[in-house]
């Protein structure tokens, strides 16, 4: 792994959240409740919090250390779990399409977006 795949990375998240968050803030008021646009709206800002992690450490560190490695791949499974599940679930109706299945691919997301902080936490120590 190298600091340009992380960087590389965490400015797709950070493009997608940008472009997600215009789609939901313009073309989707119109066709989700409010409660959905929240909820997809989540989905923005946790993506927008991993592109920023990705990029900080994509810059300032070096990926000999495991734990780096961890914390990489660890944020990055979770952001695809827990962002884009919501997602998913927020345009279910919308789309009209069954994705509960995806309900406990969301909280396993956030764990594991745990884990990866946490890796770089001790990292650091």
Do not use: D
Not at 50 to 56: G, N, P, V, Y
Not at 82 to 102: H, V
């Amino acid at each position: 792994m190298t600091n340009n795949c992380v960087i590389a990375t965490g400015a797709t998240f950070g493009i997608l959240a940008i472009i997600l968050g215009a789609f939901g803030a313009h073309a989707l008021k119109k066709v989700l409740s409010t409660e959905k646009i929240a909820s997809f709206e989540v989905g923005v800002r946790y993506q927008t919090y991993s592109a920023l992690f990705l990029l900080l450490i994509g810059y300032n560190t070096n990926f000999e250390v495991s734990l780096l490695q961890w914390a990489y791949y660890l944020v990055t499974i979770a952001t695809i779990f827990f962002s884009f599940s919501i997602y998913l679930l927020s345009l279910a109706e919308y789309l009209k399409k069954n994705f509960k299945f995806l309900g406990p691919v969301t909280p396993v997301g956030g764990l594991l977006m745990i884990l990866g902080w946490g890796c770089l936490l001790f990292s650091a120590i």
